[in-house]
């Protein structure tokens, strides 16, 4: 199942921060072509209950954005997957977007500030509280509508995933961090100062698992890189495309054996786990 919460037009008003549900269109999901996944759905049996994953859209993008990608990772059958946007407009990152969806186009935070080198101290406090504004708004989002198992977000959004899965951030904002895994596509390494500063020990890294997507011909590569520095132990799966999932991926049987058999890992993981146990 794909949700998508309607957007909001403000991060002003707390009860913005909550998403609203809605069906989204269906998507049209292929034979699998990369491989025989009878292990991958053995696990999912064993585990006794639906992974439950929130994804989160990049810079110009939206919840519709969102699902498209995932389709790229053949995981629809095997989990449940609830999307968020973010409460600022923004232009679609990807002209094609507007052909894709005719929902307003999102981001989480304005990174203008720090691409010039002339950018006001008080510009970048603008920009810290906005990010501290996103965080809050998808540690709210997971309160009501969780407890979930993992986060995804692509470019953007796994900055914003990172920065809400350092140790103590979550609890610095009255939240808790209860998921058990994250994954990156399209990293860049956004707003990591901003989470620092909200937990005691500066210096530790991210200590849940992560998977991270790295496309060789994205621009952003290094920076995707940089993020993945940030968590204790990635786990790295590359592919020849660029800052995007497209669904040519589900045609690559290297990476979809390494995105599968992380899951695999994580479903052996979280077996034991319920919904009522992950929100004690």
Not at 91 to 97: E, K, L, M, S, V
Not at 251 to 278: I, L, M
Request: aromatic letters at 8%; glycine letters at 6%.
């Amino acid at each position: 199942r794909l949700f998508g919460p309607r957007a909001a037009d403000s991060d002003d008003d707390d009860d913005e921060y909550a998403p609203t549900r809605r069906r989204a269109r269906p998507v049209a999901v292929s034979p699998n072509v990369y491989g025989d996944l009878v292990d991958l759905e053995a696990a999912y049996r064993r585990r006794g209950r639906t992974l439950r994953i929130l994804g989160l859209h990049g810079r110009g993008s939206n919840s519709d954005i969102t699902a498209i990608q995932l389709v790229a990772l053949d995981l629809q059958r095997f989990v449940e997957i609830d999307t968020l946007d973010g409460a600022r407009p923004a232009p679609p990152a990807d002209p094609a977007f507007a052909d894709l969806s005719s929902q307003p186009f999102r981001e989480w935070w304005d990174v203008s500030a720090r691409r010039t080198s002339e950018a006001s101290e008080s510009s970048e406090q603008q920009q810290q509280q906005q990010i501290v504004a996103a965080m809050r708004r998808v540690l709210t989002a997971i309160r009501e509508s969780g407890p979930y198992d993992a986060l995804f977000g692509f470019s953007q959004g796994a900055a914003l995933v990172t920065l809400l899965s350092y140790p103590g951030a979550a609890e610095a904002l009255g939240f808790r961090r209860d998921w058990a895994f994250v994954v990156c596509a399209g990293g860049v390494a956004l707003g990591l100062d901003v989470a620092k500063g909200l937990v005691a020990d500066a210096d530790k890294l991210v200590d849940l698992p992560s998977l991270h997507l790295i496309g060789a011909r994205d621009p952003y590569r290094r920076s995707a890189a940089d993020l993945a520095d940030a968590y204790e132990r990635p786990v790295v799966a590359r592919h020849s495309h660029g800052h995007e999932l497209p669904t040519a991926l589900r045609r690559d049987a290297s990476f979809g054996a390494r995105v599968h058999a992380f899951f695999r890992d994580r479903c052996a993981e979280t077996r034991r786990r319920s919904p009522d146990e992950a929100a004690s």
